[in-house]
């Protein structure tokens, strides 16, 4: 039975130069009308996670999360899934110093922009800063990563740098870490303390 991951994948192999058919068979299937277009898997699995707790279900709703594998990416993303491609509503997170880049790209898709939501300096950040960093690090304990991180904070360049800036460069030092923290820190959340780039989103779909 087709759903929205293999939605995704189709569409990450036309990205890369594949056949369309695949992808534009799924999301006639799949009744699609939007696609949010995240940076990478980090933010997939925030926005899936966060959803799932206010008990949505996005590809019964038509949405399909898709992760562009870099913000170089979202011009070719906006033009296959845009008005010039599959034709969905597109929406979805970028950061500030990105912001003029997706203008520009998303203006040759034909897609606006302001159904963006611009994140200060990136999701994790947002994330980080909802919760709090003690929070954080009770997380970051919880999951057993608690000597990583101490070593992490033993390390010169780290010295003397905010503590939240600290969290934030130590969930992109392992594979997969950013991914598993992404969705972790999004369960996490008061739901009175959503940041707002990402309360948006949700609330836009």
């Not at 594949?18 to 999301?27: K, M, Q, T, V």
């Not at 707790?53 to 949405?63: M, Q």
Request: net charge neutral; hydrophobic share 45%; with cysteine.
């Amino acid at each position: 039975m087709a759903d929205v991951g293999m939605f995704g994948e189709a569409v990450g192999r036309w990205a890369a130069g594949g056949s369309c058919a695949r992808a534009r068979e799924l999301a006639a299937e799949l009744a699609l009308r939007t696609a949010v277009l995240l940076e990478g898997l980090s933010d997939l699995a925030a926005v899936e996670a966060l959803a799932g707790l206010r008990g949505r279900d996005l590809g019964a709703e038509g949405v399909c999360v898709v992760s562009m594998g870099g913000a170089m990416n979202v011009g070719r993303y906006a033009g296959l899934l845009g008005p010039p491609g599959l034709g969905l509503r597109l929406t979805g997170l970028c950061d500030e110093r990105e912001q003029g880049y997706y203008e520009r790209a998303l203006r040759r898709a034909r897609a606006p922009l302001p159904g963006f939501f611009v994140c200060a300096a990136d999701l994790e950040d947002e994330l980080i800063r909802a919760l709090g960093t003690a929070r954080v690090e009770e997380i970051i304990a919880a999951e057993g990563d608690l000597r990583a991180w101490e070593t992490f904070l033993h390390q010169p360049a780290q010295h003397d740098r905010p503590r939240h800036l600290q969290l934030r460069r130590f969930m992109g030092t392992k594979k997969g870490r950013k991914i598993r923290y992404g969705r972790l820190l999004a369960e996490s959340l008061d739901p009175a303390h959503v940041p707002a780039p990402l309360d948006a989103l949700l609330v836009s779909l």
